[in-house]
């Protein structure tokens, strides 16, 4: 009875619930897009760099670099330059 009587209680529970949807409905995202991937391609044959390729084809990595050996990925990622190789 009590929430009835008061407006702004009604505000704020008819409100909020609103305002939620919105918030997690528009503006969150928890898609993972854009990533810096690194590519070790010791085979280096034309179905393995399709293979690679295959990779940044989409939207979820992002095609930074070629290093040479795996010893080579700890330094990028020491750098901050990819988070996944």
Request: net charge negative.
């Amino acid at each position: 009875m009590h929430i009835l009587r008061d407006r702004q209680m009604m505000a704020f529970a008819w409100g909020m619930p609103v305002i939620l949807l919105l918030l997690f409905g528009y503006g969150m995202s928890f898609d993972i897009e854009h990533i810096p991937l690194a590519v070790v391609d010791e085979e280096r044959t034309p179905a393995s760099r399709a293979l690679a390729s295959d990779f940044t084809a989409g939207d979820v990595f992002r095609d930074v670099a070629h290093p040479a050996d795996a010893a080579a990925v700890e330094t990028l990622f020491r750098a901050g330059l990819v988070r996944a190789a």
